[in-house]
């Protein structure tokens, strides 16, 4: 099993930028899993943002997001990040980061078997 919590979400203006950060605790190695970022926008599916096999080796990205946001890992410090650029009004969501077991990280919340709490990200016009 393994815990998630994320941090960094926060109000920003459209084109601004922001990293966010999903630390890892719990008995399972962190390295062991693939991770996923998801959002969630009021009223809305839970939609996916990206994704990382357990060694940061292969990444996957949501079509809204391509060429905008990055996510990569760091496995000595048990987190995974994602750095948005170039934000829009739209990218407006609860952002959670989510650990699957599975070897390649799909775009499904189903496929995900750990979730954190979420974190608040706002992006004024």
């Known amino acids: 099993q393994v815990q998630l919590v994320e941090s960094g979400g926060g109000l920003v203006q459209a084109g601004g930028s922001l990293r966010l950060s999903c630390a890892a605790s719990?008995?399972?190695?962190?390295?062991?899993?693939?991770m996923g970022w998801f959002l969630q926008a009021p009223g809305k599916e839970r939609q996916f943002v990206a994704a990382?096999?357990?060694?940061?080796?292969?990444?996957y990205y949501g079509d809204s997001v391509k060429g905008r946001f990055t996510i990569s890992r760091d496995n000595a410090k048990n987190t995974v990040y994602l750095q948005m650029n170039s934000l829009k009004p739209d990218d407006t969501a609860v952002y959670y980061c989510?650990?699957?077991?599975?070897?390649?990280?799909?775009?499904?919340?189903?496929?995900?078997?750990?979730w954190g709490q979420g974190t608040q990200v706002t992006v004024s016009s």
């Open positions: 989510a650990a699957t077991i599975s070897p390649v990280p799909g775009p499904r919340a189903r496929e995900y078997d750990y």
């Open positions: 990382i096999t357990y060694n940061g080796g292969s990444t």
């Open positions: 719990g008995r399972r190695t962190f390295s062991r899993y693939a």
